[in-house]
């Protein structure tokens, strides 16, 4: 007879799970969540806030209602906590209940809310209450909150702006400090760029650059400089034109209504370190290898300008037996702590600026003190600003241009040659 063992253990178990009593769905709470960011902005010539907010992670819920908000008076702790929330001052000046479809509510005409005041908003998720009790209020257990500064007044732009080449990609700013960058709420400056050749061009943002409400950090106690960069042409040379615009900005992200604009370039800083240059000899700015450099060269071959001293002065000039000859500007700057950085402009020269075949200034001159020229090659249209240093010489301790080794320190900012020509220096 044959004998046979059937498996009893999975029919046990199975006969034991039906045997459950199923008398309803299983229920699982789900937390009510705070939103995420806070956001507020004053609206402008008003007492008014508005109020927004990234939406809690979990509005979907059945059981989520909306938000519940608090405003209160408040002021900053000495020494800010971690989440630099103030201590407020209670009780709340207003509240508001929002429904979840909403991400945004506005506190209108409360007459506690006043120019210059110190707020913080403390926003909670809310639930559903239990229906056996309806008036109750259930919240998240954290809210998202922000303390902030109250001030509607406008902004305004700067009302002058400048600029200068400061290397390839790499474009200076100088702007003046706007009207309104001692209001409260004025947290700095925002600049944008176009590229300038192409129509299609977006409009970019750049970056937002606190204010300096100190003249001891502004040139000439006037004047704020920024550094911006810009993307240059994926082939040398990589200079491009661009426009740059300069807004005010308000610490609730309201910019100001005007703007003002001004277009420029990189250039090529050649050498990145001033060159000792001997008198009576030639010097080449340009091509130079693999990229673009000033160099000193014999008389005998090509070259666009000769220092050379004559009586009490430096003297610049061009090379007469050249096809092109170099053309100099009659504008020359002089000051102590020159250099390309600290120097700016309106607009490029005109090519009409550029009128003399040798210009000269002073050999004398105190250490840290430095001579800019300005040089146009008609052969090519490009251009370049030249600096001359003054220094004291470490070998016979004279003060002036030239060192004991007859050498002058020279340094260029080239523009190189490309078509369209471009004129920023």
Same mark, same amino acid.
């Given at each position: 007879?044959?004998?046979?063992?059937?498996?009893?253990?999975?029919?046990? !178990?199975?006969?034991?799970?039906?045997?459950?009593?199923?008398?309803?769905?299983?229920? !699982?709470?789900?937390?009510?969540?705070?939103?995420?960011?806070?956001?507020?902005?004053?609206?402008?010539?008003?007492? $008014?806030?508005?109020?927004?907010?990234?939406?809690?992670?979990?509005?979907?819920?059945?059981?989520?209602?909306?938000?519940?908000?608090?405003?209160?008076?408040?002021?900053?702790?000495?020494?800010?906590?971690?989440?630099?929330?103030?201590?407020?001052?209670? &009780?709340?000046?207003?509240?508001?209940?929002?429904?979840?479809?909403?991400?945004?509510?506005?506190?209108?005409?409360?007459?506690?809310?006043?120019?210059?005041?110190?707020?913080?908003?403390?926003?909670?998720?809310?639930?559903?209450?239990?229906?056996?009790?309806?008036?109750?209020? !259930?919240?998240?257990?954290? &809210?998202?909150?922000?303390?902030?500064?109250?001030?509607?007044?406008?902004?305004?732009?700067?009302?002058?702006?400048? *600029?200068?080449?400061?290397?390839?990609?790499?474009?200076?700013?100088?702007?003046?400090?706007?009207?309104?960058?001692?209001?409260?709420?004025?947290?700095?400056?925002?600049?944008?760029?176009?590229?300038?050749?192409?129509? @299609?061009?977006?409009?970019?943002?750049?970056?937002?650059?606190?204010?300096?409400?100190?003249? *001891?950090?502004?040139?000439?106690?006037?004047?704020?400089?920024?550094?911006?960069?810009?993307?240059?042409?994926?082939?040398?040379?990589?200079?491009?034109?661009?426009?740059? #615009?300069?807004?005010?900005?308000?610490?609730?992200?309201?910019?100001?209504?005007?703007?003002?604009?001004?277009? #420029?370039?990189?250039?090529?800083?050649?050498?990145?370190?001033?060159?000792?240059?001997?008198?009576?000899?030639?010097?080449?700015?340009?091509?130079?290898?693999?990229?673009? @450099?000033?160099?000193?060269?014999?008389?005998?071959?090509? #070259?666009?300008?000769?220092?050379?001293?004559?009586?009490?002065?430096?003297?610049?000039?061009?090379?007469? $037996?050249?096809?092109?000859?170099?053309?100099?500007?009659?504008?020359?700057?002089?000051?102590? @702590?020159?250099?390309? $950085?600290?120097?700016?402009?309106?607009?490029?020269?005109?090519?009409?600026?550029?009128?003399?075949?040798?210009?000269?200034?002073?050999?004398?001159?105190?250490?840290g003190e430095g001579t800019m020229i300005y040089a146009y090659f008609p052969g090519t249209g490009n251009r370049a600003r030249i600096l001359f240093s003054?220094?004291?010489?470490?070998?016979?301790?004279?003060?002036?241009?030239?060192?004991?080794?007859?050498?002058?320190?020279?340094?260029?900012?080239?523009?190189?040659?490309?078509?369209?020509?471009?004129?920023?220096?």
């Open positions: 007879m044959k004998r046979y063992l059937f498996p009893i253990l999975p029919l046990l !178990v199975l006969v034991g799970c039906l045997s459950d009593t199923i008398d309803g769905p299983q229920v !699982v709470p789900r937390p009510i969540l705070q939103p995420g960011a806070v956001y507020f902005k004053c609206i402008t010539n008003t007492t $008014n806030l508005l109020v927004t907010w990234n939406p809690s992670p979990v509005d979907t819920q059945q059981n989520f209602k909306g938000y519940f908000l608090l405003l209160y008076q408040s002021a900053p702790y000495s020494t800010p906590g971690s989440n630099l929330i103030d201590s407020p001052f209670y &009780p709340p000046i207003d509240t508001a209940h929002v429904s979840k479809s909403d991400t945004m509510y506005t506190f209108i005409n409360n007459p506690k809310i006043v120019q210059g005041g110190r707020y913080t908003v403390m926003i909670w998720g809310e639930r559903y209450p239990d229906p056996a009790n309806k008036d109750s209020l !259930v919240l998240s257990q954290f &809210p998202a909150s922000l303390s902030f500064n109250y001030d509607s007044r406008p902004v305004f732009a700067p009302s002058e702006l400048y *600029a200068s080449s400061g290397g390839p990609t790499l474009v200076n700013l100088f702007y003046s400090r706007s009207v309104s960058d001692k209001n409260l709420g004025m947290i700095g400056y925002i600049v944008r760029y176009i590229d300038t050749t192409n129509r @299609n061009a977006h409009l970019t943002y750049l970056a937002t650059f606190p204010k300096d409400t100190f003249s *001891a950090g502004l040139l000439l106690g006037k004047y704020k400089q920024q550094f911006v960069s810009a993307p240059g042409d994926v082939s040398p040379p990589v200079e491009k034109s661009y426009k740059f #615009w300069v807004k005010a900005i308000r610490q609730d992200s309201v910019e100001s209504d005007d703007s003002i604009g001004i277009v #420029w370039s990189g250039a090529e800083i050649v050498p990145p370190s001033p060159l000792g240059v001997k008198l009576d000899t030639g010097v080449f700015m340009g091509p130079f290898g693999f990229g673009y @450099n000033l160099v000193q060269t014999d008389l005998s071959n090509g #070259w666009q300008l000769k220092l050379s001293k004559s009586g009490t002065e430096i003297v610049v000039s061009s090379n007469s $037996n050249a096809n092109s000859l170099t053309r100099f500007s009659t504008h020359i700057d002089h000051d102590t @702590n020159l250099s390309f $950085n600290r120097e700016f402009y309106s607009a490029p020269f005109p090519v009409s600026d550029f009128t003399e075949s040798q210009v000269s200034f002073p050999a004398a001159g105190a250490a003054s220094g004291r010489d470490s070998v016979s301790g004279s003060v002036g241009y030239i060192r004991g080794d007859n050498t002058i320190l020279t340094q260029a900012s080239l523009q190189p040659v490309k078509t369209p020509q471009l004129p920023f220096f």
